[in-house]
């Protein structure tokens, strides 16, 4: 015979079965049961009438973008300065954000209430935005809301181009603003950069030194005067060994060499002195055959006694000499050969006196510049250090001014620039309320009553079973 096995019930059922079939608690559970229905009914009552009574939300919206990269530039003026303008990237603060700063700026009161205007709504009835910044992204997100698409539409559009205003506004304050004290700056440069100049000029006029390069022409000038004054000595020297030279060979002095050159380059003189010298010759040969009173040695010292005569009037005539002087040149002045050596000793003379009164000049020269020099090189220093300080103003003043111009050129140093990545949107259907989500939440609600009075129903068995003393 087959033994049937009758499955026991589980603990469940039998805790179920021994409660229900307990007469003290038979109507508990129609307590309970109402009360589940009660809280039930009120929950999606609730949910029912939210779905019902709640007005409709569309939401618009649009997404911003920041361009990450900074911006340099640099110009170099020769000759005057340098300017340079460079700015970061927005974004290289590790504590300041820019994108918080426009979140700020995008829920400011003064945004609200000229999008309100933008956009025909009262201030008060202009929904605050949604700004959303979007992690490890330059992006920021808002959301704008509408009691229909759009109302959602024009909210969004009229808040774009106010927050975009708001930032030309205040870029453009900061650009005046920057302008403003950059002028001040510059006015203040500018006039020291005049009065550095009229204190150069000032002092060029005062001294004359009007530059470095006038200094190291007169030092220069010093040396070459150094250079000249040495030449000159050498020279001397030469030309005056040269003229001695001439005159112990020829025995004569420059004063006497040039008697004689006198006398030889007269053709009268030249002349006689030829038939003295001829008729003296004769006179000589004469006497060494003829006696004294011989008519032809009478006659032969007649004609050499006037011709003497005749060339000494003459010699005196040219040189203003006496006779004696005259007749000791007169040997001189018929050779050629002496005459050459004298004409050197005369050429030579005069250029050692031409060297002298050179060297004499070149030495006062000298002697005056060094009394100068001492006062030239305070007057160079002075001048440098006037230079340098005008120079440093002038450069000073150009890098601001250049400087200024460039600054220009980036308006988005402060404030980044934005653009628009997406277009404020329409949307098609309400985003709130949502019936998944109402659902959602009854049922949620639903289950946690149904578990708590549950809970409720079974507390004394399981307070026992896990308590048994208690």
């Known amino acids: 015979m087959k033994q049937e096995i009758i499955e026991q019930p589980g603990l469940h059922m039998r805790l179920w079965h021994a409660v229900k079939n307990r007469r003290p608690m038979r109507m508990r559970h129609k307590r309970y049961l109402k009360t589940a229905a009660v809280w039930i009914i009120v929950i999606w009552a609730l949910t029912g009438l939210f779905l019902a009574l709640a007005p409709d939300q569309y939401r618009s919206k649009f997404t ?31 504590t300041l954000s820019p994108t918080e700063n426009y979140k700020r700026l995008l829920m400011t009161d003064r945004t609200l209430r000229q999008s309100a205007e933008k956009s025909g709504d009262r201030m008060h009835r202009f929904p605050a935005p949604n700004v959303k910044l979007i992690d490890q992204t330059n992006l920021i997100q ?29 870029r453009k304050n ?6 403003n004290s950059d002028n001040k700056n510059l006015i203040m440069l500018e006039k020291k950069v005049r009065t550095t100049q009229q204190a150069l000029l000032d002092f060029q006029a005062k001294t004359g030194l009007v530059s470095l390069d006038q200094f190291n022409t007169r030092i220069a000038n010093m040396d070459a005067l150094r250079q000249q004054e040495r030449e ?48 003296e010759v004769e006179t000589r040969e004469k006497e060494a055959t003829l006696g004294d009173n011989h008519g032809d040695m009478v ?28 007749l000791k040149n007169v040997d ?30 070149i030495r006062r020269d000298i002697s005056n510049q060094s009394m100068k020099s001492s006062e030239l090189v305070k007057q160079a220093s002075q001048l440098a250090d006037l230079v340098r300080d005008h120079r440093v103003a002038e450069a000073v ?27 404020p949107s329409l949307p098609q259907s309400p985003s709130s309320p949502s019936v998944l989500l109402a659902l959602a939440g009854a049922t949620g609600a639903t289950i946690i009553i149904l578990i708590g009075l549950a809970l409720l129903w079974f507390r004394q068995p399981i307070i026992r079973r896990i308590a048994p003393n208690i």
């Open 64 to 94: 911003l973008i920041l361009p990450g990269s900074g911006a340099g530039g640099s110009l170099n003026v020769e000759s005057i300065g340098q300017a340079q303008s460079s700015v970061a990237s927005a974004f290289s603060s590790a």
């Open 142 to 170: 808002v959301e704008v809301v509408g009691a229909s698409g759009e109302q959602a539409n024009k909210r969004a559009i009229a808040l774009k181009d106010t927050f975009l205003n708001q930032l030309d506004e205040l």
């Open 174 to 179: 900061e650009a005046e603003m920057r302008e």
């Open 232 to 279: 000159a000595r050498i020279m001397l020297r030469q030309k005056a060994a040269e003229s001695g030279r001439f005159s112990s060979i020829l025995g004569k002095s420059v004063s006497g060499a040039n008697t004689a050159l006198r006398l030889r380059s007269d053709p009268v003189f030249q002349q006689l002195a030829d038939r003295y010298a001829k008729l």
């Open 299 to 326: 006659q032969a010292r007649s004609e050499r006694d006037q011709l003497q005569n005749a060339l000494l009037d003459r010699g005196r005539a040219l040189t203003g000499l006496g006779s004696d002087a005259i």
């Open 332 to 361: 001189i002045a018929v050779a050629d050969g002496r005459t050459n050596m004298m004409q050197g000793m005369i050429v030579a003379n005069s250029q050692s006196a031409g060297a002298r009164a050179g060297l004499a000049e």
């Open 397 to 423: 003043f150009s890098s601001a001014l250049a400087r200024v111009d460039t600054n220009k050129q980036d308006p988005f140093a402060s404030y980044p620039l934005v653009q628009t990545l997406e277009q």
